[in-house]
């Protein structure tokens, strides 16, 4: 008796932090809506301390931290969030987002090797976004493998990547 008690305590309290958690995650975008970007950082900073596993909350913070340039916070941020949310199968949707922002990081410092891998991962966790297949495709073709590019963008359209269309008829023919 006293485990079924305890287990279902367990889950009630669980829900509470979600819920909690996403609402801390809603109020900080009405923040960022307004450009807000402090009260934003707040707002995610405090979901994070509820649930240091919201993989949701490191990229909205890591978001913000590009959007003001700073990278390398952004950076440290996306490796923690990995780091911590990697074995944990919560949202693997999420965790990809993950991967493709550091892949964007990596591309901006033109380290197309780490932004390759990145994109891998978050195709392996997602499978159905034709965006990271799309970025992958730019990656490699700064890279110098239009055969793997091409393959790629194939593979961006067949999931609706009408961008990916526009880039393949111009490389790709």
């Known amino acids: ?30 923040k960022l809506a307004k450009l807000d970007t402090s009260g934003a950082l707040n707002l995610y900073d ?8 919201c993989a949701d909350a490191y990229a909205r913070i890591s978001d913000v931290f590009i959007s003001r340039g ?55 966790l997602n499978t159905d976004n034709p965006n990271y297949f799309y970025m992958r495709a730019l990656v490699k073709r700064m890279n110098g493998d239009e055969k793997g590019c091409c393959r790629d963008l194939k593979k961006a359209i067949a999931l609706g990547s009408k961008a990916a269309a526009v880039y393949s008829e111009t490389y790709c023919n």
């Open 1 to 30: 008796m006293k485990i079924v008690l305890i287990f279902v305590f367990g889950v009630f309290f669980s829900l509470q932090a979600q819920q909690k958690v996403n609402k801390l995650l809603s109020k900080g975008d009405k």
């Open 46 to 53: 405090k979901a994070l301390s509820v649930d240091s596993a």
């Open 70 to 124: 700073n990278y390398k916070n952004a950076m440290e941020l996306l490796n923690a969030g990995i780091r911590i949310t990697v074995d944990i199968p919560k949202d693997k949707k999420t965790i990809s987002h993950l991967y493709s922002i550091r892949s964007f990081i990596y591309f901006t410092a033109e380290d197309f090797h780490h932004a390759i891998q990145d994109l891998d991962q978050a195709i392996i």
